[in-house]
């Protein structure tokens, strides 16, 4: 059983669209891509590093997939090899073609085959990027570890890490880093228990919170 996990540089609401770059991903007319660099110096790159881990292959989405395609193959850095090497498994149709070397096309339904390929023997699955596919599989509960890397940024509009459609948890936090530029890395690693509730107030509510209570429950 491999485990799947992301490593994510968000803002501060939680975007995470273009973070390398302006013409990284200007889909929706996004103004701000390469967010992270004023941000971004040798310990953000270990914290991004220590995130990825050394042991991985990729699980990726069609935009991010063809943004590293065009990339990585030419590149022969530490993780330019390590890319290049490892399996690329790949959420996109025919008509995007896998020029990258071992890449693989994940076919049918998302979540049926992350689910077989998470019930295979081999290394953990890392996403980089691509949020659409982070957002099923925080659906149908597929992803174990979220590492995100937060940069003292609001950006407002944006692809962002999480939508709506998240099925409730408790994650546990694992792991917590600080640079001196500001960024915050956590890792947290999803439990079976769903959130946990509780209240500040009294237990018996007085006749002014139970006015209250029916008014909003009127007002839908």
Request: hydrophobic share 35%.
């Amino acid at each position: 059983m491999r485990t799947i996990r992301t490593a994510t540089f968000v803002s501060m609401d939680g975007v995470m669209q273009a973070p390398g770059g302006p013409e990284e991903d200007t889909t929706g007319g996004f103004r701000f891509g390469g967010w992270i660099w004023p941000w971004f110096d040798e310990a953000s790159g270990g914290l991004m590093g220590e995130a990825m881990g050394e042991d991985y292959d990729l699980l990726l989405g069609r935009r991010t997939y063809e943004i590293f395609a065009a990339y990585w193959p030419g590149m022969d850095d530490g993780i330019g090899r390590t890319f290049n090497a490892i399996n690329k498994y790949v959420v996109a149709g025919p008509e995007t073609p896998l020029t990258w070397a071992h890449s693989h096309r994940l076919e049918g339904d998302l979540p049926d085959a992350v689910r077989a390929l998470k019930a295979t023997e081999g290394r953990d699955l890392l996403i980089q990027g691509s949020s659409e596919v982070i957002h099923t599989l925080l659906a149908h509960d597929l992803i174990d570890q979220l590492t995100l890397l937060t940069c003292p940024v609001i950006l407002g509009s944006g692809k962002r890490l999480f939508d709506q459609a998240a099925r409730p948890h408790a994650w546990r936090l694992t792991r917590t880093r600080q640079t001196a530029t500001g960024v915050l890395a956590h890792t947290f690693e999803r439990t079976d228990q769903p959130p946990p509730t509780g209240a500040f107030g009294p237990q018996t509510p007085g006749e002014a919170e139970l006015a209250r209570r029916e008014r909003w429950a009127r007002e839908g």
